[in-house]
């Protein structure tokens, strides 16, 4: 039997700054890390069992349906797309087939067990997604950077969700299994999402 559990980087805490982050680093302090924490712990409980458990830790899944993807084309197509806060905050993207394919492969694949980063090799900084993003669409990507007050004042609390990065890496899955990507690179899975808009 076998038991595979969605998770998020959100684990590791909502800002990470530029400090990469893997599979053994502990959990943040914050409020979603403690969600993550307490759902990996249900699932914990399950491989307590002797049941073989994955944690897949999911981080932004770039998707042409809907999620972050499409909250971020709606400035970028009116040709107003910018940087959010600093631009600088990093994010650990994934490609909506990739992590499909990781969580078919963790199901599937007797080797997988524990917790794993469901994220692309490549992370990008805030600019360099929205930047990439306009490229792919034909769009300027030149507004000044949206300020992190106006952000808390728009949010709250929930604002260090966009003004936040962080920086997870792929380790386990780039070490110890032979999972090959189709979009390592951002470039291309944009393309990919993106073909019917350009």
Aim: charged share 20%.
């Amino acid at each position: 039997a076998s038991f595979v559990s969605a998770s998020a980087i959100g684990y590791y805490g909502a800002d990470t700054g530029s400090e990469w982050m893997s599979e053994q680093h502990t959990p943040g302090l914050d409020f979603l890390a403690q969600i993550c924490v307490a759902w990996e712990a249900a699932a914990d409980q399950i491989a307590a069992l002797r049941i073989r458990t994955v944690k897949i830790r999911t981080g932004i899944v770039l998707s042409a349906e809907g999620g972050a993807l499409q909250k971020m084309l709606v400035p970028i197509r009116l040709g107003v797309g910018s940087p959010l806060a600093s631009g600088q905050q990093y994010q650990s993207w994934i490609h909506l087939d990739d992590i499909c394919r990781i969580f078919i492969e963790a199901m599937e694949n007797e080797s997988w067990s524990g917790a794993y980063n469901g994220v692309a090799p490549t992370p990008v900084t805030n600019e360099t997604l929205g930047r990439s993003t306009a490229e792919v669409l034909g769009k300027p990507f030149f507004a000044p950077n949206v300020p992190t007050w106006s952000l808390r004042l728009l949010y709250g609390e929930m604002a260090v969700v966009v003004t936040g990065g962080e920086y997870v890496l792929n380790q386990r899955i780039r070490l110890e299994t032979e999972f090959a990507y189709n979009f390592p690179e951002l470039k291309p899975a944009l393309e990919n999402l993106l073909k019917t808009e350009r």
